[in-house]
């Protein structure tokens, strides 16, 4: 049985940043779960994904970030909305990034991490936005002023993301899942024009190798409707995430 089967949200996309026209990053969140592995003087991130009123937010992507140290790493929050990522170089400069559903905001904050913490994490609701134009009625032109040349103008801004339309999921290794490993594959790519992937690269390390090649060989099959930009096709930076949980 694979993780998509055990966890009914497995396909939902989670957008993590607004589309760059040229090379517009796009996140997706496979929700199935967490990992940790001990390190000597290694130290441990963990809490909760919340809404407003308090309750939990299952399937959050949690992703760590560490600038200096060039490290990035990245969990899933469980069912109860909750997540721990072990495992993490001791530094007081990490940036933590939470996406849950579309509906919700994206969390961006700075954390210490030079010892244990445990944080709640709060989602904001995104607003609702409404713009109307409101057109006059044709202005008369003056005789007496001299008419001026016409130009033909392009008019642009229309883009569409990137949309999966071929979807191979990920298996659980039968050995790891016998030796009860978790944990979540953080990957890079970009999706041509022709809606394939390419330059599908690891990104965290904190995560059994056996399961990057799990996610690797389920990712590499994905195909997508591409992004296009005014009608034609464009390529488009993507985060992609696999998490496997155990029940």
Known sequence: MSCLDRNPRSNEIFRVSRSVIGLAPIALAIAC?????????????SGSVEDPSGARIPWASVVVTEANLRVTEATTAGGDGSFRLGGLKPSDSYEVV??????????????????????ELKLGIQPIIEAVVVSGESRIPDPALPKAARRRIRVGGNVQKARLIHHVPALYPPDVEREAIEGTALFEAVIDRDGTLSGLAPVNSIVDERLVTAATAALSQWRYEPARLNGQPFAVKAKLSVAFQLP
């Open 33 to 45: 779960g967490s990992a940790t592995f001990g390190q000597q003087g290694a130290v441990t991130l």
């Open 98 to 119: 939470v996406v849950g559903p579309t509906e919700f905001i994206p969390h961006r904050q700075n954390v210490s991490l030079t010892t244990d913490q445990h944080i």
